[in-house]
């Protein structure tokens, strides 16, 4: 009798240790727009802007968001965003956040840069070698709209490196 009982005990514990979910940044990539693997030196990525990644007074925003698995080591990070003066003098803030859980309910932001659009293009430098290093994280553009004027998002990229 006394074995039966070990048994079933022995049972529902190991029922309960394969009910369990184990979740990693992996499975959360259909809720971002970029995934860095860099167990498998997936370190850099580039997003070429388009018609639709201009921000102004009608579309006061821009975000891409990007999630790093495996990051095992302590990496420095750099990033270059191009930004292209359509109209007007945009005056733009554009800030890369992180947060280290997906359900966190705010960014931390990282760094901050502003532009005073003119005609012509600019490009905004983010060295992050000394910030903390998060699992998640966003790039937000966002537009004065008290300023009349369009500008856009030419070219974003990332990269980490030891």
Same mark, same amino acid.
């Given at each position: ?26 499975? *959360? @990539? =259909?809720?971002?727009?970029?995934? %860095? $693997?860099?167990? #498998? ?5 580039? &997003? ?26 302590? *990496? @420095? =990070?750099?990033?270059?965003?191009? %930004? $292209?003066?359509? #109209? ?5 803030? &554009? ?45 937000? &553009? ?21």
């Amino acid at each position: 009798m006394k074995k039966i009982v070990v048994f079933i005990i022995a049972l529902l514990f190991m029922e309960a240790a394969f009910g369990q979910s184990i979740y990693s940044v992996r499975n *959360l @990539k =259909s809720d971002v727009d970029i995934y %860095l $693997d860099l167990k #498998k030196d997936i370190t850099f990525f580039q &997003v070429n802007g388009g018609i639709a990644d201009t921000v102004g007074v009608a579309d006061s925003s821009w975000v891409k968001t990007f999630s790093v698995d495996n990051l095992y080591d302590v *990496l @420095k =990070s750099t990033a270059k965003m191009t %930004l $292209d003066s359509i #109209k007007g003098s945009p005056r733009i803030t &554009v800030t890369q956040e992180g947060k280290d859980f997906w359900d966190d309910a705010t960014w931390t932001t990282v760094l901050t840069k502003t532009w005073y659009g003119t005609t012509g293009d600019t490009t905004l430098l983010f060295d992050g070698s000394t910030a903390k290093h998060y699992r998640f994280y966003r790039y937000n &553009v966002d537009y004065d709209a008290k300023v009349n004027g369009q500008a856009r998002i030419t070219r974003l990229q990332h990269k980490f490196y030891k």
